[in-house]
């Protein structure tokens, strides 16, 4: 009997089947309305963090692994729809080059503005206008690791819950709250409305990261790749900082940037190793 038949699997082997077209759908919405998982770190980090997974996909390869037939299993004590696909059902269902083995649809939705505070003093990083999901990804991954309170996408910003951000992230999104915000008109506003003082990443300025005081309520606004926060909203920043570097280098890339502000406020406020939330820094 093959690991499929002890599983007892529902099986697609034609890419014409109407749920391959859902999830090359979910794949490609804009912003995203049903999150796709690639990959099964992804879609166990999900079922971890209670998010309610309606339905997977595996192939036959896939298990083969010890992990992926427990992840298997998991899904269907969950009364989650697992589907066996063909190799070549799977990579039409995935939108990868290179799919993982096991893909899923999950419902994920955009944070209420409050969740954003749930702690004082909170600490809120805004990605303003950052366009590559992978960076945006890896960002609310830095947000969660330094303890900030969550992340605001806004302007042009990519999709956080979009496949790739969420796989940049690797499950942090599922467990940090993330508010998705066109308007950054609106999103200043709501910051403000929260007590938040608005303190801008710049490439060069006066005030160094490390003379910032980060230990009040602050909302941490990063720019996009390569142009940065524009003119109008650096006018709203309540203040400015600036991280050091060594010329001819003039900019980070917004993750690492991010990784430096969130862990130093971290550093400032004392969270590691004093706060339990969080896992001691050796």
């Given at each position: ?11 697609i ?36 963090a ?23 299993g998991e ?70 690791g ?30 940090l ?53 524009d ?12 991280i ?35 896992t001691?820094?050796?």
């Amino acid at each position: 009997m093959s690991r499929a038949s002890a599983l007892r699997l529902e099986t697609i082997i034609s890419r014409r089947n109407t749920l391959v077209a859902t999830f090359r759908r979910a794949a490609a919405a804009r912003p995203a309305t049903v999150a796709l998982l690639d990959g099964s770190r992804l879609v166990e980090e999900a079922l971890s963090a209670g998010v309610t997974v309606d339905v997977a996909a595996c192939s036959e390869r896939s298990l083969e692994r010890d992990e992926e037939r427990a992840l298997v299993g998991e899904l269907q004590s969950r009364g989650v729809r697992v589907i066996l696909a063909t190799e070549e059902v799977l990579r039409a269902m995935s939108p990868s080059t290179t799919p993982s083995g096991v893909v899923a649809l999950a419902r994920v939705e955009s944070a209420g503005w409050q969740a954003l505070t749930s702690r004082s003093p909170a600490l809120v990083v805004v990605a303003v206008s950052v366009q590559d999901p992978g960076n945006l990804g890896a960002l609310v991954r830095v947000a969660e690791g330094g303890g900030a309170d969550g992340v605001v996408a806004s302007g042009d910003t990519a999709d956080p819950l979009g496949w790739k951000a969420l796989r940049g992230a690797m499950g942090s999104a599922f467990r940090l709250p993330v508010v998705r915000e066109r308007s950054i008109e609106r999103t200043v506003d709501m910051l403000r409305r929260l007590g938040l003082r608005l303190v801008a990443a710049i490439p060069r300025g006066q005030t160094m990261l490390s003379a910032c005081d980060l230990t009040r309520p602050t909302a941490v606004l990063l720019g996009g790749e390569g142009r940065g926060l524009d003119a109008a909203m650096l006018g709203k920043a309540d203040e400015t900082l600036t991280i050091p570097m060594r010329p001819p280098v003039e900019s980070l890339n917004v993750a690492v940037a991010g990784a430096l502000i969130v862990f130093e406020a971290a550093r400032q406020r004392g969270y590691f190793p004093h706060d339990p939330r969080l896992t001691a820094v050796p």
